[in-house]
Nanobody
Framework: EQLVESGGGLVQAGDSARLSCKVT????????LGWFRQAPGKEREFVAA????????LLGDSVKGRFSISRDNGKDTVDLQMTNVKLEDTAMYYC?????????????????????WGQGTQVTVSS
């Protein structure tokens, strides 16, 4: 399967942006999904996760109250809605899928939980 992110770009601080990830190749609805980000010189950081049916979500501490994650199993997409973006949100954003050893309606926040990754989409926040 493939994961393809879209929606990145230049965003002004305080504005909103929406990232989308299209998953192709396998039954999308079966997988827990997540978003991570990586800024230059930093470790890849957990942003958000959503369970197979979308009933359970989890957000990283740095984005709680500003970001949300949702999925549309009919369209095979998972979105990251970003609001009130900050300069420190500048990073490459990656979509990830856990295609093995998962449990329904559980979210996963560790990088090593995921075995499929997209190529990433850059988000740059300007002041």
């Amino acid at each position: 399967e493939q994961l393809v992110e879209s929606g990145g770009g230049l965003v002004q601080a305080g504005d909103s942006a929406r990232l989308s990830c299209k998953v192709t190749g396998r039954p999308f609805a079966a997988y827990p999904l997540g978003w991570f980000r990586q800024a230059p010189g930093k470790e890849r950081e957990f942003v958000a996760a959503i369970s197979t049916g979308g009933e359970t979500t989890l957000l990283g501490d740095s984005v709680k109250g500003r970001f949300s994650i949702s999925r549309d199993n009919g369209k095979d997409t998972v979105d990251l809605q970003m609001t009130n973006v900050k300069l420190e949100d500048t990073a490459m954003y990656y979509c990830a899928a856990k295609t093995t050893a998962y449990t329904g309606e559980v979210t996963y926040s560790q990088r090593n939980d995921y075995n499929r990754w997209g190529q990433g989409t850059q988000v740059t926040v300007s002041s």
